[in-house]
Structures are given as structure tokens and as C-alpha cells.
């Protein structure tokens, strides 16, 4: 007799509904986010190895992984296994209960594979050529409920065929491996989907690592005669609630659930022998949100401050001491987006992605000889088909014509270069001599302005150093921490004590409050003009600055808060709404289609960012959206909600709670697993996908669009 998935627990004697007369609408969709299911069958879990949702049990190491993807043998999805192949595998209590594992699989010669779990690893278990199902039964305390990381060892490897005619090294090509519960009867795995409908197996289920919305509840439609849907909702520990699912839609209560992250399992029981659920979806209470364009803004104004950490600004940390009373003002008028991340963590890869709306793995600006393809559209040339004229003065010496940045532009200047000065009133200067005197009296225009004054060298601007350092000071920064200074700081050179640091971050913190006033003196230039209703502005910066807050000063070398979290505001009332705070996760590459949409042309179809404005205005909002930012590609970063994971390159994590430890202190991998597993799932997908992935078509990491499995599930697939 098969085994129900649900164990005895606290069993709801009907469906709770919705109370009478709330309204919902949908922020999560199950179906079309079904590669983050996991499959439960026999009591155990279902790892198909050659299905799309492998990629998040695939282990993080890189650049060298221990599995290689969307591989097909013999006309079966497999993924291909390297000699040591690692997993990382969610299991509650009864399915690590069983201590043992089956896995379906091939091999080229005589070989074996042994398994290590919890650092103990079980007998080889012979394989003999071709296809086989073989158990692997593992010592007492192997599997726990929780996270689980397995590490298979093959004796031999072999050559496995590859779509086009290639071949690959690899150990054995798998097809599915189960954890627990009871032995398989037959070599098929039961699909994950049949018809576009998502199956419940009966006596199985589907689990997801869900965030529950404000007045969440979960809404079902499908068939399934002879069988009955239940709804596992479990919470830390093992506190589980099971309740009962109508097939026809009737929402089920989850709110007091909401804001938490929880493990929610469909499953489904009787003869049926499955469920067939066309629609199944979480709710947010309140109505649908409604996007409107009403019009279009004839200019376009991209504000950088260069170098500048959300954290300085008090509507961030309203411990911080900086005045920026301007900024403060224009988040009255503006939407401000609080958890914005850039692409990378230095100035190179992260311009590589705002200019042109790409990962840092797509565009290549990442070594430090690299030129930015001429190929790729970038944002003066995407904005261009508008009738804008594109003008630029940048006072950062890598966005220059040199490294690829020069196509598109009626004018630029790098003021580093080309002379003009460095400080934000000289920018402000010439912009007002173009807005007030040149071609932007008569022509709409996107004025882009690459501000430094945030950016080494850091300078004592008053009246703020004397407000942000009023101790005496005579060391060697009374006027200033100057580029050469701070090389010698951190070549060790240059020798300073802990009040010489007081003074410099001191510096950096007026540097934040010059450039305020100068965007106040931009604010002015275009109301002068009068184009500050008609004109869209967006301030943000490419990357933060460390200040010893772990132990370092500079930027590039981590992936911490304070270099990877930015300011971002947009103004343009008609699309942005005054004084909307987002807390939702963006990313500063979806600025590029954030302007092409707002301008009402098309965004290059090589953009993987999305527009900003559908979810300023609410569609998308109510469930986490992921913040991703990587260090040269040898270490990533995402933050989902008030989670971040930190994947390293040789897999080692992080887990840590970005909203209430920024500075990143607790490791709270063991304390939250749930929590972990949300955002470890949507973190195995996009890294192995990355290259494909673009938000306006798949949705996000977390909460993804019909299109992406229809695009993953299509075989053959290519190898990865």
C-alpha cells in the first residue's frame, strides 16, 4: 500500500474561507511557478535530475559544477554527473525517516557510487553498464529534517552523447533520484505538469517555499474524481496545519500566516490516482491593480552619484547624520525604491549593467581590460528612437568612449578626460548652460549626469565637516582623503588610527550632502526652464564604499550592504506615484526598459531588466521580488524580502537577515531553513539560467511567468 504523504496532524474539519465579502487578487501563481515545486511521490522526494527545477538542488560551486545540466540520453531528460556530484536537498521529518535513497540511472562501464550524507557515507552499491535502478540504503542519522547536502561518488566516468553531435566526460547520466519513503514501483517519474495543468499525485504532493501575503489565502481550480486536495501549511519547527481544498476556487484563509515564509504543501489522496489543478494561486487582499500611462515625459534626467550607500541617507537609516535635505523633499514628489541593488560592487560592472539593462555574466565588462561590446544598445542609443537628444557629462574616467560607452550620443564629454571639472556644480553648470541656453530650449533630451563627488577623493565640504566631525583634528586629512592617500591606506603604507578613519568617513558623509545640494541646483535649473512636470528624474548610484565596517575601506572586494545597496528615486508623477515607498527588490539594470517604457518605444530585445513602472503603481507588488548583485562572477548575492544569501565560488553561503542585520553578523542558515529555501530556491534557478533569463518575459526568480517553463520545459535542451 502506498504511503500518504500527510502524517497525522492538526486536521481542519472544513475549509476556512476568506471572510465574506473581501477582495483578493493574485501575486503568486503555483502553475506557471511550478519549477520551484517540489515533488513528493511514495513518501519521499522526487528530484527529477533532468527537469528544469533540478537547477535548485544543483549545488552552488563554481566555475567548476559537479552536475551538468539539460543533457538527454537515450531520449530521456538526465542531468550528467561528474565523479563527485553534489545536492542540497529540503526533507522534512518523514522523508528523511526511511535512511535511504533510489537513484535512476546510466553508466558507459563497470562502476559504483557511494553516498555521503551528514559525514557519513554508506556502502558502494556495484552499477553495471547501461540503465538501472539501484537503492542505496544510508548509516542511522545520514537524512534529518531540513536541509540535507548529499555528495555522490562515482568510481569511473565515461562519454555521454550531447545534442549537436558533442560529447561530455561525466559518470553517469541520472534521470530522477528519490530521498525516502517507499521503494518505486516502476522506472517512470510522474510529471510535474500534463497539458499546461499542474499533477498532484495521489498519496504524494507538491511542496513550494512560499512568503504569504498580507491577507493571504490560496485559491485551486482543477479536477480530480475520487480524490480530495489538501493544503500542508507548516511553520518553524514542525508546527504543521493541513486544511482541506475546494477544486473550484473557494479561497482558503492564510492570513494569519502573513509576512512569514512557510512551507505549503498540495496533496492530494483517493483513487484518482491524481489531481489535475488548471489554476492555484496565492491572493493578496485588496484589488488588482490597474497601471496607467497617461502620458509620456518629454525629457529624461539619470542622476549618479557615484560611490553612494543607501544607508547614508536617513529615509534609509534614520541613524545616519547626513543632511540631504533636497533628497528628502524629492521623496515626497518621487517613488523611492528601498531595496535597490546594483550588478556588481565596483564601478565597471555595475555602469556595464545600468547602460545597458544585462547581468554582468551577458555583457562581459568585467575583466579590467574589457571594453564594452559595440554590439550591445546602450542607453543613449535605445533612448534615441524617441527623438530625445542624448547628452552626457560624466566625471567617471571608465564611461568613456574608450571602454565602449560612446555610441548613441549627440554629445558627450568625460570630464575626466576631456577637462571641464570633476565636482557636481561643474556638472550642473554645463547642464544648466545646455537646458537654459543650448539645443535642450527646444528639443525634448535625455541628460545623463555622472557625478564623483562621493567618489574618492573625499573632500572636507562645510558647513558638514564641521557638523559631522566637530572634534580637533590636525592629522593628515584635514582637507580631505585624496586618491594617492588612500592607495598608501590600502597598500598599508600609510598608517592611521581610529581617528584619522573618523575623519575620512566624515569626509565621504559631507561629500554625500555637496551633492545633494547640487541635484537642488538641478532641480532648479529645470524648474527655471519650466520642464520639471514634463521631465522623468532618476537618481541612483553604481555601487557604496566600505568604511571598515568589516574590517576594509574601497569598494570591488565584497559583496556586502553597503557596496551593493543603492539610493534610487523616479520622478515623474504620472507613472511614478508621489511618495510611494517600493519595498519590493529591483535592480538598477531595469532602469533602461524603465525609460524605454516610459517613453513609449522598445526596449533592445537583449535587456534582461524589467520596467519599473507596472510595479511603482502596484502590479507585482504584495510577494518578495529578488535584488541580485555578483562580485566579478566569482561570488553572488540576492536579496529576497528581508533575507540574503551569499553564494561564494566554491559554493560556500551566507544566510542573513539583510532588514534587521545589515551589518551582516549572523549566519542564520540553521535558525530559518524555510526562509533559506525560499530564497536558495529562486537562487539555483537564476544562476543556472542566468544567461537566458529576462524579467519582462519569465517574471522574477521568485515569481515566475507562464513563458519561463514553457521555454525551459521544450527539449531537446542544451547542455550547461
Known sequence: MTRSVLPPLLLASSLVPVPAGAEHHPVFDLVASRTLAHQQVRGGLLVPCGA????????????????????VEDGRPVALAQTTARLDLPLSAEQAQAQRLWLRLKVQSRSSVKVTAADKTAAPVALAPGW?????????????????????????????????????????????????????????????????????????????????????????????????????VTGPGTKRETFPLRLEGTPLDLSSHAGQ???????????????????????????????????????????????????RFRLWNPSSRVETPVLDEFSKRATRFAVAYVQGNESRVSHGSLFTGMYPAQHKFIAHNAVLS?????????????????????????????WGFGDGWDFMRNHIHEGGGLKGEDLVRHAAEFILRGVGRTRPYFLYLGTIDAHVSWRAHEPWISKYDPKPYNGPFVKGCMDPQLDKIVSGELKINERDKERIFACYDSDISYNDRQFGELLKVLRQAGHEQDTMIIYTSDHGEEFWDHGRIGHGQSLRQELVHVPLWIYYPP?????????????VLDLLPTITDA???????????????????????????????????????????????????????RFVDG??????????????????????????????????????RWGVASNHRPD??????????RPK
Open 708 to 717: 519561463l517553463p514553457a521555454d525551459l520545459e521544450r527539449e531537446p535542451q
Open 599 to 653: 517613453l513609449g518605444i522598445k526596449t533592445p530585445p537583449a535587456v534582461q531588466g524589467e520596467s519599473l513602472v507596472p510595479l511603482a503603481q502596484g502590479e507585482g507588488a504584495g510577494y518578495p521580488r529578488p535584488a541580485i548583485a555578483s562580485q566579478y562572477e566569482l561570488a553572488h548575492t540576492m536579496r529576497l524580502g528581508r533575507w540574503k544569501l551569499w553564494v561564494g565560488g566554491s559554493g560556500q553561503t
Open 374 to 402: 559595440s554590439s550591445l544598445v546602450i542607453l543613449p542609443e535605445a533612448v534615441r528612437p524617441a527623438g530625445l537628444y542624448t547628452i552626457g557629462h560624466i566625471a567617471n574616467g571608465y564611461i568613456s568612449k574608450r
Open 659 to 696: 532588514q534587521d542585520d545589515p551589518r551582516e553578523e549572523r549566519d542564520l542558515s540553521q535558525q530559518e531553513p524555510l526562509a533559506r529555501r525560499f530564497v536558495v530556491d529562486a537562487m539555483g534557478l537564476w544562476m543556472a539560467y542566468q544567461d537566458q533569463w529576462k524579467k519582462s
Open 52 to 71: 528544469p527545477g533540478f537547477a535548485k538542488y544543483n549545488h552552488f560551486g563554481r566555475p567548476s559544477p559537479s552536475w551538468r545540466l539539460h543533457a
Open 575 to 587: 507613472l511614478f506615484p508621489p511618495g510611494k515607498v517600493v519595498q519590493e527588490g529591483v535592480e
Open 132 to 232: 538501472q535502478t539501484v537503492e542505496v540504503p544510508l548509516p542511522p542519522g545520514s537524512l534529518h529534517a531540513g536541509e540535507n547536502e548529499l555528495v555522490l561518488t562515482f568510481a569511473q566516468s565515461g562519454r555521454f552523447s550531447m545534442p549537436g553531435g558533442t560529447s561530455l566526460r561525466a559518470a553517469a547520466a541520472v534521470e530522477w533520484i528519490q530521498v525516502g519513503g517507499e521503494p518505486p514501483a516502476d522506472t517512470a517519474a510522474p510529471p510535474l505538469v500534463d497539458g499546461g495543468r499542474l499533477v498532484v499525485p495521489s498519496g504524494g504532493g507538491l511542496a513550494y517555499y512560499v512568503h504569504i501575503p498580507d491577507g493571504g489565502a490560496l485559491s485551486v481550480r482543477g479536477s480530480g474524481d475520487g480524490c480530495s486536495l489538501a493544503a500542508e
Open 261 to 311: 515564509v512557510r512551507r505549503l504543501v498540495l496533496a492530494a489522496s483517493g483513487t484518482c490516482g491524481r489531481v489535475l489543478l488548471s489554476s492555484a494561486q496565492l491572493l493578496r487582499a485588496g484589488p488588482a491593480p490597474r497601471v496607467s500611462r497617461p502620458s509620456k515625459p518629454r525629457n529624461v534626467v539619470l542622476w549618479l552619484s557615484d560611490d553612494t550607500r543607501a544607508d
